[in-house]
């Protein structure tokens, strides 16, 4: 069996508390294993399918929007970095699909770290669990009730313990045929208090 070698971390940021315990848990695991953490904003809500954002603008104003939405990405998590510099952000203007399939094919990441906001929402125009059982990379899930309710997709099961899953279980896979894996979430990485 092939295991991943997670040589980045990627984390799809959200401004929200679900988001909050997505980037603890993606930061978390970035440090332990001393790797980078690459943090992607999108300039239209991805959780958001009406959102239009930057859709029809003229490309000078599109550009001053990306500017300032990635200034704002930037200082909502440069104190929650601290000394930590191996961290990158880039703010994307495609679709979510097509930005993330990029960067994972230039090794930007090899696990994508995703808040899940609230039950029903989308991700990319299209139900989140189904955005996260078709990608094709290791995706971990976090929320939307607390640090602690964590989904995965197929390809993140054998890499479980790499991530700082507990062998036993406490979270739940998500697609055809998934089966919850245990009743409790032990995480073997040490992450701060929400």
Not at 13 to 26: N, R
Not at 71 to 97: N, P, T
Not at 123 to 149: M, W
Request: proline content about 8%; overall charge negative.
């Amino acid at each position: 069996m092939t295991t991943v070698s997670i040589e980045s971390v990627g984390l799809c940021a959200h401004f929200s508390t679900q988001g909050d315990w997505a980037f603890d848990f993606a930061f978390a695991l970035a440090r332990h294993r001393q790797v980078p953490l690459n943090v992607f904003h999108f300039l239209a809500d991805p959780f958001d399918p009406t959102d239009q954002t930057g859709r029809d603008l003229p490309p000078a104003e599109r550009a001053r929007l990306a500017i300032e939405r990635e200034r704002v990405l930037r200082f909502r998590y440069e104190d929650k970095l601290g000394d930590f510099l191996i961290a990158g952000f880039r703010l994307c203007e495609e679709s979510e699909w097509s930005e993330l399939h990029r960067c994972l094919r230039k090794r930007e990441f090899q696990v994508l770290v995703l808040p899940w906001p609230r039950r029903g929402c989308s991700f990319g125009r299209r139900p989140l669990e189904r955005f996260v059982a078709a990608f094709v990379c290791p995706i971990i899930v976090i929320g939307p009730e607390s640090p602690y309710v964590i989904t995965v997709n197929p390809p993140a099961v054998p890499i479980a313990e790499q991530v700082g899953l507990a062998a036993d279980g406490g979270w739940s896979v998500v697609g055809e045929g998934a089966a919850r894996i245990g009743a409790g979430c032990e995480l073997a990485v040490t992450r701060p208090a929400p």
